[in-house]
């Protein structure tokens, strides 16, 4: 039996190394991680999309993304036969983004961000993750490693931006009910971790090892 490719894309910023406590068997899966790329100049995100999705070897791939990630790879499934697509801590379409993000679209504060505060990862964990930044900063290190001012000008520009007003039923969401960046009040038709926040990825990785399997194998929406 071939083994099932399995892409992970990575949140906002960071690497792929979000992704070392998720451990599906090498038996089953073949486990491909993908990295940002600097975008081109004027780059938009469904383009950029399609420049990654060129990085996809294999027939049949099982999308996974994280946050922006998420977003990513719903635009990815556009231009790859995907087997399935699943989101993690992320949205289907901009009417599941807080009230915060939705005025930031209307007024452009997004562009008053000055993007040296997150060139400094202090204010980049702050901004992204709250103000628990003392014991979670070396993770934040490790892990948002993508610094790039071009980059992350663009990154909040397109996931403001995003133009998906109507969710795809075909993705499988897996959402936490204590996600601070996409409250879960604003998420229809996920399967809900209990207790997992936005960084879930990294501290309920023992509920995706648990899950993530069948999900993949078995999960209709």
Partial sequence: MSKIPVYFMP?????????ERILLSPDVFETVLLEWEIPEDHEVLHDYAKRLAEKIKHKNPVLIGVSFGGILVQEMAKFVDARKVIIISSVKSNLE????????KTTKAYKLIPMNLFLNIENLAKFSFGDKVNQRLKLYEKFLSVRDKRYLEWAIEQVILWDRTQADPEVVHIHGDADEVFPIKNIKNCIVVKGGTHIMILNKFRWLNENLPKIIIEHKN
Avoid: N, V
């Fill in 11 to 19: 949140g906002l910023a960071a690497s792929s190394t979000i992704f």
């Fill in 97 to 104: 983004f807080p009230l915060r993000m939705k005025i930031a």
